[in-house]
């Protein structure tokens, strides 16, 4: 499809966003089966139910814009849910595994932030307030997702990282 309108843009993201939660919904269960924090497995199991919603909202905003969501995978998540698989497999020591995966799931978050910021833009732009709010309203979980997780980093599992012998 050749985008040559905001629109076409704003749609293409839309269902980039749509991709990109699904493969998250897949990731998330094994990234909170490999945690051995007690936090950051209920961290990932939370944020699993939070991807759902915002999955449902993309598909509210599908509604709203008469489109199907389907049809596009997002290869930056792919490559991000890589990254992570790779990252379990060669990680042996588990509290280095946790900062990992807390490494990995704020990549994630960072993408998913820059990419619901710039689609409530593409909303905000096209005037279409029904679907800014919802974009916003994931855009805040993002957020406040990934002060979680940079909390749960600091307070606890990258100390425990850094008492393991090299």
Known sequence: MKLKTLNDLF???????????????????????????????????????????????????????????????????????????????EVKETEVLDAGLIMAAQKVEHYEIASYGTAATFAKLLQDTKVLKLLVETLEEEKATDEKLTALAESLVNEKAAQVEK
């Open 11 to 89: 749609v293409d993201t839309i269902k980039d966003l749509y991709s990109a939660e699904n493969q998250l919904i897949k990731a998330l269960p094994k990234m909170a089966k490999k945690a051995t924090t007690p936090e950051l497995k209920q961290s990932f199991e939370l944020h699993l139910a939070e991807t759902e919603k915002q999955k449902e909202r993309l598909e509210q905003i599908a509604e709203i814009l008469d489109i199907n969501p389907k049809g596009k995978k997002c290869a930056a998540m792919e490559g991000l849910i890589t990254e992570a698989e790779e990252l379990i497999s």
